[in-house]
Each structure stands twice: as C-alpha cells, then as structure tokens.
C-alpha cells in the first residue's frame, strides 16, 4: 500500500471559508475523494440558511414533498377543504403564528389533515392513540366545575 491510502485524514481546507479545519467539522459525503463534504458545517448551514430566508416557499415545498410526499399545490386544496381551519379545534390561523402543521399516522405516512401546533402537540402527546382521547375528552367532560 502507499503511503498516501495509510495515512488518516485529520484536517482539510473548507472550499468557502478556506479554513484549516478537523474532518469532524465537516460532513462525510461518500463520492469525494476524502469521503467528506468540501464545505465545513458551518458554512453550509450558513449558505444554506440565507437561501432559504430568501426563498421561504422552495424551502416549504422541499420539506413537504421530502417528509410527506405532498406539493404546496396540495397543502393549499386540503387547507381550503377544510375551510382554512385546523380540522380539531378550527382556529383559522395557528396560535403561535406559524402555518398549520401536517398532521400524519407515523405508521404509515399518509396525511390526515393539517392541524394547529397545540392541537397537533396534543395529539402527539397523547401517541395518536384513539382511545387515549376518547378518555381524555371524558375526563374533561366529566371533571368540569358546575360553574363552567
């Protein structure tokens, strides 16, 4: 074997900030020569953030296509489907401010709706257990003071 192929990288020149840095501030990327990115963390998560500041709507269209298979064209007909409400407690905009969150079943991807954050917390909270709620709204339907 050479030389060259025993010897362990520990450090490599970021291709932006043009800094020495250890391979640990790098991303491994198996199709480069080292076997880690040409870019250092920091640099990317920089570029990578001042793309997307500048460009919210390909950053939301990435997200939803990549972690539920579903186009922005999509959220926007089931957000009108189900009257621009959260489809639990039917707020018209979610209370934090945010966009409303894709509710989905964790075993098999498919989107339910598009619920608020506390509702969709909620429902997490509570492991999408259907008989988890169904107890849950019992004990507060039951456990209300006369005054309420």
Aim: net charge positive; glycine share 6%; aromatic share 8%.
């Amino acid at each position: 074997m050479s030389e060259n192929l025993t010897q362990v990288l520990t450090s490599k020149k970021c291709c932006t900030c043009k800094e020495d840095l250890p391979v640990e501030s790098f991303h491994k990327n198996r199709s480069t020569k080292t076997g880690f990115a040409e870019e250092c963390k920091v640099c990317k998560k920089v570029r990578a953030k001042t793309y997307y500041d500048k460009n919210p709507e390909k950053w939301r269209d990435s997200h939803y296509r990549r972690t539920y298979r579903l186009s922005v064209e999509e959220y926007s007909a089931l957000l009108t489907k189900q009257g621009g409400k959260c489809a639990i407690c039917g707020c018209t905009e979610s209370r934090d401010g945010s966009r409303f969150a894709v509710d989905h079943c964790h075993d098999t991807g498919k989107v339910r709706g598009l619920l608020c954050r506390p509702c969709n917390s909620a429902i997490g909270f509570l492991n999408d257990d259907y008989q988890t709620a169904l107890s849950a709204a019992r004990y507060l339907q039951t456990s209300q003071s006369p005054n309420t």
